[in-house]
């Protein structure tokens, strides 16, 4: 957004200086970008006068020239026609830098002559194209400055223009009255009146106006329009022309100046057709799909369904809020003009300009939201500029639609203040902050003018106070400490198991990825997810479609891209959301590891080994040892599709409540993601492990039993297809008091046993507390053991 001073000073009556305002701006949240002061490069070029010019001896375009400066007289070369006795010049000493030029002006020798100094062009000053010669001022005394000279007799070429940055929340700000407002709050000055008047018609509008039924509801709620008659469009004046080449934009012609000015000056766009072009009345309706429309840059665009149009009985003649058409646009033919004033959607005018790829100044505002409730002031302005610069003569106004009622009030809390930034202000300056915004007061109730659609709740009015106020008299204050000198734990009891399970795996050796989110459909139906779902409806690429169903996607395409790049053994974790669904409940939250590769580099004695599902396993169990879950799970078969079948597990309390899995990678899995094997990995649902009833901030104590433990070993003869773990269950059912432990040692198939047979020795540790144990009390416990395994396996215990 771009202004110049004195067009801020139109809205605001201020003494404030330059760097005051700006520095005020930045403040209030309305970043100065760039700030272009004509003057700051002119105060080292002086007025002076020739007092003398005689031809050059050595040269028939150069004259030697006896200028008066404030110093006395001095001379200079000149090549300029137009150097002659008794002008009065603009001069750069030597050691003025000329901005036209790029150079810094020195004391030299032209054709054997000495020159000291030069006398400078509008285009070295950069104030024109203009270099045929020298500039020539009707008067001005010699000595002074020539910044202080423009600044009385042409103010316009040394007026500062200020760059702005807006937030997309702040469309106000997008016209120079809304700056000004900000300012008037803060107390650089007031804000000026604005007349409100409205213009009569003195005669009926030739020209009907409607809007769809539906595009009334949805795109187009408002429309307000006028002729005026025998207006001459010519150029703009001066002052126009110069508030719109300042700020970069060309002028074309009077009509067309005039919304330009508007749409910065009040951001509010306005539209001039041609009402001579306009073939019967005009019409906003919602386009069908495949109409044609040549625009005012000169390019022809195709109309997509939906989007909004305004329509004469000759076909579209502008887009909504975005351009105008280039059949009813006004050249300096133009005799009958109507002026259009309308409300259009932002949501609608972003998306048709995102689809036809259109940028404009009106779009940019509409899509912003600009002020509904002063669609018809703007017009009666905009009509009293064209009367009074193009004369003619006005109709009445033609009305299609209301205007949008976006009407709301909050409470007003003062002390919320003080709570919500830390600021101490005033009950009654919070109110005259308000007041001076454009807020209407009511008791405690803030009503919201209708130019500021950020407004939507309590907080909003909070931070209107301290912005205006000024944030940089917050003063940095120790927090409280508790009474007890300890201050209570923050972190929730998941925020801790999270923190522990990062900590934990990092510690095992796993560099830790954070990926995004987002996955292509192909990798996460991989992995069980890619439906409808979980699809993002505006991705921001093809390659990120979908809500990962698990982690896995994002730590195998770390991998691959690692491999790319020769690091084959590779050991990658994360610590993050997955998601089943599309609520916000249905995702979880997990922990993550992948082992990629060897267990380490090679060396002489051969200990290199591939990773395989124990390495994955080991690493899930000192995750759930170390966020307290259950030391007893049961492991059982039925793991996702993405893991190897027969080489992956799970582990659970119960068939239902699974903790984690573990497993070697599918190798189909592999070849789609690109990854070299041999990978494992696994995943432990950090919220399904269930939390400690004492919730305590130590260990309870170890309790170790003084009496000695007595070990027992079992060979059962099973069928093959048995499990070990089925084994182990019953084993340790036989009397979970007293057996501590039951182990694996040793598996034997085929030989004597026959086909399809297989022998399983465990050992079993038991554990007395209250006595030692007798040979009695383990035989009984060693009977039981046999009774229970027997029975769960239909195996025999082995002679």
């Not at 009074?388 to 109709?395: H, K, N």
């Not at 979908?546 to 084959?568: C, E, K, V």
């Amino acid at each position: 957004m771009k202004f110049t001073l004195s067009w801020l000073k139109d809205h605001l009556d201020t003494d404030a200086s330059l760097d005051e305002i700006l520095y005020a701006l930045t403040d209030l949240g309305l970043e100065v970008e760039g700030v272009e002061n004509p003057a700051e490069k002119l105060r080292d070029f002086q007025i002076a006068k020739i007092a003398e010019a005689e031809q050059h001896p050595d040269a028939d375009k150069l004259r030697v020239c006896k200028v008066q400066t404030a110093e006395g007289e001095t001379q200079i070369v000149c090549g300029a026609p137009n150097a002659r006795a008794g002008i009065t010049v603009v001069l750069a000493k030597p050691g003025t830098y000329i901005p036209g030029l790029d150079i810094t002006i020195s004391v030299g020798k032209i054709r054997g002559v000495e020159s000291f100094g030069m006398m400078a062009s509008e285009k070295e000053l950069e104030l024109s194209d203009e270099h045929n010669g020298i500039i020539e001022l009707p008067e001005g005394e010699v000595g002074q400055s020539f910044a202080d000279w423009l600044a009385q007799h042409d103010p316009a070429k040394v007026d500062p223009v200020i760059e702005i940055a807006i937030t997309p929340n702040r469309p106000d700000a997008l016209g120079v009255r809304g700056v000004a407002r900000d300012l008037a709050a803060r107390g650089l000055g007031t804000l000026k009146a604005r007349d409100a008047d409205p213009i009569p018609g003195t005669f009926p509008c030739p020209i009907s106006v409607t809007i769809d039924a539906d595009t009334q509801e949805r795109a187009a709620p408002v429309f307000y329009g006028r002729v005026i008659r025998g207006v001459k469009n010519g150029p703009s004046p001066k002052w126009l022309q110069d508030a719109l080449n300042a700020i970069g934009l060309r002028p074309i012609s009077t009509l067309v100046d005039i919304t330009n000015f508007f749409t910065y000056d009040s951001n509010r766009p306005l539209h001039v057709f041609d009402a001579d072009k306009v073939a019967g009345g005009l019409r906003v309706h919602a386009a069908q799909g495949g109409e044609t429309f040549l625009a005012l840059d000169e390019k022809e665009y195709t109309l997509e369904p939906g989007m909004t149009a305004i329509s004469d009985d000759n076909g579209v003649e502008s887009l909504a809020g975005i351009m105008g058409g280039l059949e009813s646009g006004c050249t300096e033919e133009t005799v009958n003009v109507f002026l259009e004033a309308a409300f259009f959607d932002p949501i609608r005018t972003a998306t048709t300009g995102r689809a036809l790829k259109i940028n404009s100044d009106a779009r940019y505002r509409f899509e912003r939201g600009i002020d509904a409730a002063w669609t018809e002031t703007g017009l009666h302005h905009a009509t009293r500029m064209i009367l009074d610069l193009c004369g003619g003569e006005a109709s009445e106004v033609v009305v299609a639609g209301a205007v949008p009622d976006f009407s709301r009030a909050y409470k007003l809390d003062t002390d919320r203040v003080q709570s919500l930034v830390g600021m101490d202000i005033p009950a009654e300056q919070q109110r005259a902050t308000l007041s001076a915004l454009g807020f209407t007061l009511d008791g405690d109730m803030a009503h919201v003018p209708s130019w500021r659609p950020d407004i939507l709740g309590e907080a909003d009015l909070v931070e209107e106070v301290a912005r205006i106020a000024s944030l940089t008299k917050l003063e940095g204050k120790p927090l409280k400490r508790a009474q007890d000198g300890v201050p209570r734990a923050i972190l929730t009891p998941m925020q801790q198991r999270e923190r522990t399970a990062r900590r934990t795996i990092a510690a095992l050796g796993y560099n830790e990825c954070v990926t995004y989110s987002f996955v292509d459909q192909a990798s996460a139906a991989l992995f069980g997810g890619g439906d409808a779902a979980t699809m993002l409806e505006n991705p921001i690429s093809s390659e990120m479609s979908h809500m990962r169903p698990s982690l896995l996607p994002g730590l195998l395409q770390a991998a691959a891209r690692n491999q790319a790049r020769g690091f084959a053994d590779l050991a990658l974790f994360e610590v993050g959301p997955a998601f089943h669904g599309a609520e916000p409940e249905e995702q979880h939250l997990v922990a993550a590891g992948l082992l990629v590769g060897h267990s380490g580099p090679k060396d002489v004695h051969g200990a290199r080994r591939a990773v395989d599902v124990y390495d994955a396993k080991a690493d899930a169990e000192a995750v759930l040892a170390a966020i307290g879950a259950p030391a007893k799970v049961q492991i059982l078969r039925d793991t996702p599709d993405y893991l190897h079948p027969g080489r992956s597990g799970k582990m659970c309390l119960g068939p239902k409540k699974v903790m984690a899995v573990f497993g070697e990678v599918h190798p189909k899995v592999l070849a789609e993601m690109d990854v070299k094997g041999p990978a494992v990995t696994f995943a432990v649902y950090l919220q399904e492990p269930p939390l400690p009833r004492n919730k305590t901030t130590s260990r309870g104590s170890m309790v170790i039993s003084d009496l000695q433990a007595v070990e027992r070993d079992f060979a059962f003869v099973l069928d093959a297809d048995v499990e070990a773990l089925t084994v182990v269950n019953a084993a340790a059912g036989a009397d979970k008091a007293l057996i501590e432990e039951v182990r694996v040692f040793d598996e034997f198939i085929g030989g004597s046993l026959g086909e399809g047979k297989k022998s399983l020795a465990i050992s079993v540790r038991l554990q007395p507390t209250d006595k030692t144990l007798t040979e009695k009390d383990i035989e009984a416990v060693a009977e039981k053991i046999v009774q229970k395994v027997t029975k769960a396996t239909g195996g025999t215990l082995r002679g």
